[in-house]
Structure formats: structure tokens, C-alpha cells
């Protein structure tokens, strides 16, 4: 099991950029795939990228491709998000997620994560 603890949100105008940061403590880093996920007010949460042990392999929705990206520092155990050109539908609270793995696979789906951050607030103004 490890902690997870999100930093680096807060309100932006439409355009601008945030880099979300998450802390991990506990057992190895390097053996757990990480995620980000998010949800709005009132909407089911969704995935948004994750990253597999090595940064091998990373993915990204959809709604999100092109604008944000997904790395990991396994040495100070870290994850990140950057978010370029940041729209209002972007607006949601932030969650860093993780599962330990013994494969290169990372999943996009909630519910292959076992550990979760309390979130962090991203609100986009237009």
C-alpha cells in the first residue's frame, strides 16, 4: 500500500497551464502504475492518463490528448501532470491513484487501483 498525496491545483483562466504533482510513500515506487482520474460536480469520475512502472508506456484519454501529459519520477516518488491549455470542461477535483504490479501493463480503469489520494481542486475559468 502506499500514500498518495496530490498537490499543485488551484484556478486558472482557459489556456493557461497547471502541473499537478503527487507524492507516493510507503512501499516501493517503482513497483505500482500510476493514474490520474478526475471528477466534476455531479458527473461519474473519469480516467485522464496513467503510466506504467518504468515510463514505458503511457496513455491519456481522449478529451486530454495533445494537452496533457503523464510522467513519473521513480527516485524522488513522484508523479506528475501537466496540463497545457487548460479549458473550462477541464474543471474537476484531481485524483493520483495507484496499484502495484508485477507486469509493464497500466490500466485505465478505476477500478484496477487500490490507492487514492484525498484529490486536489482545478477550476478553469473561461
Known amino acids: 500500500q502506499v500514500q498518495l498525496v496530490e498537490s499543485g491545483g488551484g484556478l486558472v483562466q482557459a489556456g493557461e497551464s497547471l502541473r499537478l504533482s503527487c507524492a507516493a510513500s510507503?512501499?516501493?515506487?517503482?513497483?505500482?502504475?500510476m493514474g490520474w482520474f478526475r471528477q466534476a460536480p455531479g458527473k461519474e469520475r473519469e480516467f485522464v492518463a496513467c503510466?506504467?512502472?518504468?515510463?514505458?508506456?503511457?496513455d491519456v484519454a481522449a478529451s486530454v490528448k495533445g494537452r496533457f501529459t503523464i510522467s513519473r519520477d521513480n527516485a524522488k516518488n513522484m508523479v506528475y501532470l501537466q496540463m497545457n491549455n487548460l479549458k473550462p470542461e477541464d474543471t474537476a477535483v484531481y485524483y493520483c491513484?495507484?496499484?502495484?504490479?508485477?507486469?509493464?501493463?497500466?490500466?485505465?480503469?478505476?477500478?484496477?487501483?487500490?490507492?487514492w489520494g484525498q484529490g486536489t481542486q482545478v477550476t478553469v475559468s473561461s
Open positions: 503510466i506504467n512502472r518504468n515510463s514505458g508506456l503511457k
Open positions: 510507503g512501499r516501493a515506487f517503482s513497483s505500482y502504475a
Open positions: 491513484a495507484a496499484y502495484e504490479t508485477e507486469t509493464e501493463l497500466a490500466y485505465f480503469t478505476a477500478r484496477e487501483y487500490d490507492d
